[in-house]
């Protein structure tokens, strides 16, 4: 006789799930920041639990991954990793720098930063960042992408910041929750059904930590992505078993509705 491996789980009801996107602080939940870095001696994150922080890079035709290298080059990764611990103040976040001082990267260093994270346990992969061309550069991210799906991994990824709806990877990929930019002063997310990029959060002319130990105003869909991530952070502090595709369901039964307000024309 066989016996289904969720037979003994309790599903929470859309309440249960909605009481833990609002309350839940991240305990127990690893993310894993793909980005420039993260600068953790900084004042807002003095708190932080800081699990990794690698470098990958590329040496000698190899691919390395340097222990302790994780620092932030730009500034990006550490305005990502700010909203998260805000959010989610008691999840470990990882840093794994693959985006170098110039905001650029190359997809296979992207794709192995993806793979180490993955390796290392975590549950959450925050992508703000976004690859368009040839499928000699998109059909890479596909793999690690399945993967993490396969793996029940969750894939946050910022949508194009010129136009959600024009194809930007991972963002795109329908195992990956796309992000878009709300207008809104709200820490609300919003729910999009006829979009393949379905959420949208705040974004827009919000301060958050950057390099130095200052401050900056930014805008974009890169610091809406970390909304979406450090809300899955707490439905998995309570409950960890929700899956990918599960996630997805009560994401989009708990957020608010889009609409036409919420289109930022910045």
């Known amino acids: ?29 690893k993310i894993a920041v793909i980005d420039s870095g993260i600068d953790s001696r900084h004042p807002r994150l003095k708190s932080l639990n800081l699990s990794d922080s690698v470098a990958l890079v590329e040496q000698n035709g190899r691919i390395e991954a340097l222990e302790g290298e994780g620092h932030d080059t730009y500034g990006h990764g550490t305005a990502v990793a700010d909203i998260i611990h805000q959010d989610a103040p008691e999840a470990e976040i990882g840093s794994f720098r693959v985006i170098d001082a110039r905001s650029l990267s190359k997809t296979h260093l992207i794709c192995a930063g993806v793979r180490e994270a993955i390796n290392r346990g975590y549950q959450i992969l925050n992508c703000s960042f976004g ?14 992408a399945d993967e993490a799906w396969i793996k029940g991994v969750h894939v946050v990824a910022a949508a194009s910041n010129a136009d959600s709806t024009e194809a930007e990877w991972p963002a795109h990929f329908a195992s990956v929750i796309g992000v878009d930019i709300a207008d809104t002063s709200s820490n609300d997310i919003f729910y999009r059904p006829d979009h393949l990029v379905s959420f949208s959060a705040k974004g827009e002319n919000i301060e958050v930590a950057w390099l130095g130990g200052g401050v900056q105003m930014q805008t974009g869909t890169s610091f809406a992505a970390p909304r979406l991530t450090s809300r899955i952070a707490r439905i998995l502090s309570v409950y960890p078993y929700v899956s990918p595709s599960m996630m997805y369901t009560f994401l989009s039964s708990v957020a608010e509705p889009w609409h036409p307000g919420l289109s930022s024309d910045w």
């Open 1 to 29: 006789m066989s016996h289904r491996a969720d037979h003994d789980i309790a599903w929470p009801t859309l309440d249960e799930v909605r009481s833990a996107a609002e309350n839940g602080t991240g305990a127990g939940v």
């Open 131 to 144: 690859c368009r061309g040839l499928a000699k550069h998109i059909l890479p991210h596909k793999d690690w």
